[in-house]
C-alpha cells in the first residue's frame, strides 16, 4: 500500500533523514519505533506532504506521491493524527469531528455515518459531543485526534505518538481502539516512543536511529533483540 524508499529530509542545513525505507502493506499494523528525535514525525510529514523531502521515492496505491500537496493526498485516501493531537480546543467534539469530514463527504447521509462510526468506536466522545476540546482529558482528546482523522475515511492512517503524555491504563485502552480500527479494515502506520505498547500493537516495525532505520523486523523478532530490549524496552 505504501512504500517509501531512500528518503532524505533537509531542515535548512541539518539533514534529519538521511535514506529512511520502509514498507505498509494492505491490512497491516505497521510501527516506527525510536527515540525523540530520531526522524518519526519527519517521516510521517514527508508521507502525508507536509514537507517536501531532498530525495527518495514514496508510493502509495501504486501511485507516485512525492511532491504532491496534502490536499491531493488525503484524497487518495491518507489520514493523519498529528502529534500533540491538535484538536481545537474551543470547538466542540461534534465541530471538531466536522472538520475532519472531507470535503466530498461533507454533504448528505455520508457525514452522519461516518459520525456514527466514530461515535460508536468511542462511546465517550459520543456522550461528550457538545462538550468543548480544551475541558476534556487528554485521553478523550487523543481519541478525538483519532476520530477526527478517521472522518475521511482513509484507508491508510497515520498515528502520531497517540499515547504521548497519557496515564498507562489510558494507553491501553486507546491501542485497543487502534487494534478495533484496524480490524475493521483501516490499514495503520504507528509512530511511537512508546516501543513495548507499539510492538505489541503492530505486526512489523522498523527502529528509527538520527534519521536512519537500524533495525526491521517482525515485532516478536524486535522484541527479543538485545538492543530493543536494552534501549527501548526498559531491559
Ligand atoms: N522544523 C524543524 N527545523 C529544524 N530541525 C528540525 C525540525 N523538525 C525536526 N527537526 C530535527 O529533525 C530531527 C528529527 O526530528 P523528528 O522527526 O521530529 O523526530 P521524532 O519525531 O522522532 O522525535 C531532529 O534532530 C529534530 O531536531
Ligand atoms: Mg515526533
Redesign the pocket.
Known amino acids: 500500500m505504501l512504500e517509501v524508499r531512500d528518503l532524505q529530509v533537509r ?2 542545513n ?1 539533514t ?1 533523514l538521511h535514506g529512511v525505507s520502509f514498507t505498509v502493506q494492505a491490512g497491516e499494523i505497521v510501527t516506527l519505533i ?10 510521517l510529514h514527508a508521507v502525508s506532504g507536509l514537507l517536501r523531502p531532498t530525495q527518495g521515492q514514496i508510493r502509495f496505491l501504486g501511485q507516485d506521491i512525492h511532491g504532491r500537496t496534502p490536499e491531493a493526498i488525503v484524497r487518495l485516501g491518507l489520514a493523519q493524527s498529528p ?1 500533540g493531537r491538535r484538536v481545537f480546543s474551543g470547538l466542540t467534539v461534534a465541530e471538531n469531528l466536522a472538520i475532519g469530514a472531507t470535503p466530498w463527504r461533507r454533504r448528505g447521509d455520508a457525514i452522519e455515518d461516518d459520525l456514527d462510526r466514530v461515535y460508536t468506536l468511542f462511546p465517550r466522545l459520543a456522550e461528550r459531543r457538545t462538550q468543548l476540546a480544551w475541558s476534556m482529558s487528554g485521553g478523550e482528546q487523543q481519541m478525538l485526534a483519532v476520530g477526527r482523522a478517521l472522518m475521511g475515511r482513509p484507508k491508510l492512517l497515520l498515528l502520531d505518538e497517540p499515547s504521548l503524555g497519557l496515564a498507562p491504563i489510558i494507553v491501553e485502552q486507546l491501542f485497543e481502539q487502534i487494534v478495533r480500527i484496524n480490524q475493521q479494515g483501516v490499514t495503520i502506520l504507528l ?1 511511537e516512543q512508546n516501543a513495548a505498547m507499539a510492538l505489541a500493537v503492530a505486526t512489523r516495525g522498523y527502529l ?1 536511529e538520527n ?1 536512519r532505520v537500524v533495525l526491521e523486523d517482525r515485532t516478536a523478532s524486535l522484541q527479543a533483540h538485545p538492543l530493543v530490549k536494552a534501549a527501548y524496552l526498559g531491559g
Open positions: 531542515y535548512g541539518i534529519a525510536g527515540a525523540n528525535g530520531a526522524g518519526k514525525t519527519t517521516s502529534e509512530v528509527l534519521g
